[in-house]
């Protein structure tokens, strides 16, 4: 567990420098675009393990555990999550212009 920890936390300020270079004036320095470049990857992977092991999803692929999908369900329990997730992933895009990498590693693992 000590060697799991290390490398998650290696692995985490890792990210955290390259989005810190990346959001450098002359490099990508564009907040929205790169969280719907994230979101984007994220809803392409999760699709992809959908296709490949449906069974990590018991709530869209086992009948007796189904959610039913309607636009009120969408509308009312998903958007008001996705919007909030983007703004949070915006807003924290924006941070890396304006703060170090020390504290954003440490409120990274606070959050």
């Given at each position: 567990?000590?060697?799991?920890?290390?490398?998650?936390?290696?692995l985490?300020?890792?990210?955290?420098?390259?989005?810190?270079v990346?959001?450098?004036?002359?490099?990508?320095?564009?907040?929205?675009?790169?969280?719907?470049?994230?979101?984007?990857?994220?809803?392409?992977?999760?699709?992809?393990?959908?296709?490949?092991?449906?069974?990590?999803?018991?709530?869209?692929?086992?009948?007796?555990?189904k959610?039913?999908?309607?636009?009120?369900?969408?509308?009312?329990?998903?958007?008001?999550?996705?919007?909030?997730?983007a703004?949070?992933?915006?807003?924290?895009?924006?941070?890396?212009?304006?703060?170090?990498v020390?504290?954003?590693?440490?409120?990274?693992?606070?959050?």
């Amino acid at each position: 567990t000590v060697a799991l920890g290390a490398v998650t936390i290696t692995l985490s300020v890792s990210l955290i420098s390259f989005n810190k270079v990346l959001m450098k004036p002359q490099h990508f320095p564009y907040a929205a675009p790169l969280a719907l470049m994230h979101m984007g990857f994220c809803s392409t992977l999760a699709a992809l393990l959908l296709g490949v092991a449906p069974s990590l999803f018991p709530s869209l692929t086992d009948p007796e555990r189904k959610v039913p999908i309607d636009a009120h369900f969408i509308t009312r329990g998903i958007a008001p999550i996705g919007v909030a997730f983007a703004a949070n992933l915006v807003c924290a895009n924006m941070a890396y212009k304006h703060l170090s990498v020390a504290f954003l590693q440490m409120m990274k693992e606070t959050n």
